[in-house]
């Protein structure tokens, strides 16, 4: 007999095309709720883009929906939901830290980057605050124009209302936490 194949997770795209259908919300209306182009939006609801997750708690915030909403999985018991999730985009994956957190302003993610990895073309930029601190290898914070690197150990605060990249320029993996405040 063969065996029952697990049901797949709902894609991040799809859970926020869901959300903003029943919010009655079109894609400009979001774009400029989020400051999120229409056309960057348009290829994460199709799973051709993974969002960083600033952008995905500022359009759970416009939506006015629980963040949790798009960063797990909707697959599984309650328990597995309650697990923290990794999430992987094409250069890192990052493990969320208060998966109960439900409504709250302040979210923390563990987070691994590869080596030589980074977002090209994709910069982050949401209300709020980021709090950065390397827990192995070596990252790049981009914070406006102003580059930081990092190793571990050290940390960075900063305005996450600023564009910002993050990157491992090192030869090694890198992990980090990172805190995101958002109001």
Known sequence: MPRKKKSEPTPIGERLRKVRDEKGMDLAQLANETGVAVGLLEKIEKGEVMPPVGTLLSLARALETDSE???????????ERERAYSRRTAHYAYTTLSPGARH????????????????SGVGYCHEGEEFAFVLSGQVEITVGENKNLLSAGESLHFNSGINHNLRNPGDKPAELIVVVYTP
């Open 69 to 79: 909403a798009l960063l797990t999985e909707d697959a599984g018991s309650k328990k």
């Open 104 to 119: 709250k302003h302040l979210k923390a993610f563990k987070v691994a980057i590869e080596p030589r990895s980074d977002h």
